[in-house]
């Protein structure tokens, strides 16, 4: 028997390999798998070289544990260690037998795994003793056993073994006696080895028999060597592609369409990423796609090599050229990195200008699917926006879909304002907004439909692409102010009765928290609605914005303003002004004749010190003029009293205002129930 130190200067490295190499204990069967997998991989390599004369046989790599004694095993039949190989490729850790392999082999250095170098030691993360019982294939070779405790001193011996390979055997430590459990290196064994290229044997398969599990004669095989990644696409079928997803994402529904990624130069990539259905925001998730090195799992942290937008995406990617730490746990910064993402953008580009271009009604049904991917990626990357500006669709209330092009071609005629502004009208709620897009559409206007999770700030976006043009719900003025043009139709009222209809109306709005509202009165023409609710586009917006942006949570806090429009045209309001006036005549009079005394008065001042400097005003006209302004101003609030308790007793006023805030989904609770009752009293 040898004893021996391992070649190390630190007084024991397997605590610096716990610490700061591995971050996840899990991942070291990850490793001890690999690494089997790469020896097997090594010596397929030299029987095709030539290098191996003998027979290959079963290449399966086979874990088993052993609960009782606490071991966990790892064994495969490829190339084995002499014990000059176990000096040098684990006792002085310093080297690498994969790296030496690689230079000799270096032709067909993508089939090989294990270029990470300190995986074996991984074994220490969850094993107090770990023994190497192996036996090379070179002619000659003794079978050798290597046994160490975690410090720095091993034992080397001969031992008996029949078959080339090697069995790494794990003594699993107290506190990691989980991983003695079937069902959790199952699952490891899943989710990390579920597409290695050799097969990969955890025990046998087990099958219900006089009502108990008993083990079968069949292995357990929890891999498959040849996912659809690694097979040339004109080899596959619609149906290979949908079967794999349903393996990845049991769950999930069928994709929308997927991309196959095949790559060879300037770097290795390979891979296929799916487009999944998205229901709702529950659905929105990152980490679905997965990251493998030569079929070895790596992670499903993927940010920096698919772009930011993709990381939507399903799927997976395989490539041996993206540069990873020791252990594989993150990714080192690189240019193939930048290279990968951008090669990765172009194809999906590529892909969806291919189904626009050659399949637009397919492209039409899954837009609203798409949607998302597309106007995320526009949002985020400039060079994406260039390419998808071609592709991406507007649609309208009538269910039609437009690219950007097509849709300024649709409306330049009829929605340009005076300034040469183009006015793109949307809703974004056909049911709550159907009374505003009714009247743009009987205007002859087009209305789009921007419900989505990303359309405010893509409305922002393209209101900067679009050379002259503005965004503008169909909700945030009256129609005839939507687009502005030089005309104006219908006669407005004089000033003082509109002033009456605000008084009549302002002092019964309801009172809600964070609302505010403005009354004001417009001919709209006879036909439309007497009383239309709008909100204005700029603040609506901004706190749209506010609650999907941080940076703009201010506007969020700032009271909802809405403008209470009243149809001066409309027979109703016409008659609440009628009624209001010959009911309230008798007080209004005077008050109207004070008000008109003192207004002439205070023209009169005004006008006397009309290019005079403050100075030179007498103190006592100033004194007079501040004091008829603040009785003008008491007059006023006089008026508006006598106005507003007229309209408190007034059914039709209050049956109106509510009628609007019905319409938009604003009256609730007391102010609902009363509502009905008074409906039901008039009727």
Known sequence: MQKGNIGVTTENIFPIIKKFLYSDHEIFLRELVSNAVDATQKLKTLAATGDFKGELGDL???????KENGTITISDRGLG?????IDKYINQIAFSGANDFLEKYKDDANAIIGHFGLGFYSAFMVAKTVDIVTLSYKEGAKAVKWSCDGSPEFTLEETE???????????????????????????LLTKYCHFLAVPV???????????????????NLINDTCPIWTKKPSDLKEEDYKKFYRDLYPMADEPLFWIHLNVDYPFNLTGVLYFPKIKSNIDLQRNKIQLYCNQVYVTDSVEGIVPDFLTLLHGVIDSPDIPLNVSRSYLQSDSNVKKISTYITKKVSDRLQSIFKNDRKEFEEKWDDLKIFINYGMLTQEDFYEKASKFALFKDTDNKYYTFEEYQTLIKDNQTDKNGSLIYLYANNLDEQYTYIDAAKNKGYNVLLMDGQLDVPMINMLEQKFEKSHFTRVDSDIVDRLIVKEDQKGEELPHDKQEVLSSLFKGQMPKVKKTEFHVEAHALGENNAPIVIT????????????????????????????????????????QVLSDAETAC?????????????????????????EG???????TAEKDELSDVEKKIEAQ???????????????????????????????LKGEALTNFVKRSVEMI
């Open 201 to 219: 044997a955890f025990g046998k398969k087990k099958e219900w028999k006089d009502g108990k599990q008993v083990e079968t004669e069949e292995d």
């Open 161 to 187: 073994r029949s078959d080339r390979g090697t069995d790494i055997i794990l003594h699993v430590d107290e506190d990691c006696k989980e991983f003695l459990e079937e069902s959790r290196l199952q699952g």
């Open 535 to 574: 909100q204005a586009e700029y603040m609506r917006r901004m706190k749209d914005m506010a609650s999907i942006q941080p940076g703009m949570s201010f506007y969020g806090e700032m009271p909802d303003m809405f403008n209470l429009v009243l149809n001066s045209d409309h027979r109703l309001i016409k």
């Open 81 to 85: 260690m002499t014990a000059e190989e």
């Open 585 to 609: 005549a008798e007080k209004l009079v005077p008050v109207e004749s004070e008000i008109a005394m003192l207004t002439l008065r205070r023209n009169e001042l005004q006008k006397a010190q």
């Open 60 to 66: 399966t790599v086979r874990v088993k544990v052993d």
């Open 612 to 618: 005079k400097k403050d100075e030179e005003i007498p």
């Open 636 to 666: 006023k609030t006089e008026k508006e009293n006598i106005l507003n308790g007229y309209a408190t007793g007034n059914k039709v006023v209050h049956q109106l205002i509510d009628l609007a805030l019905l319409q938009n989904n604003m």
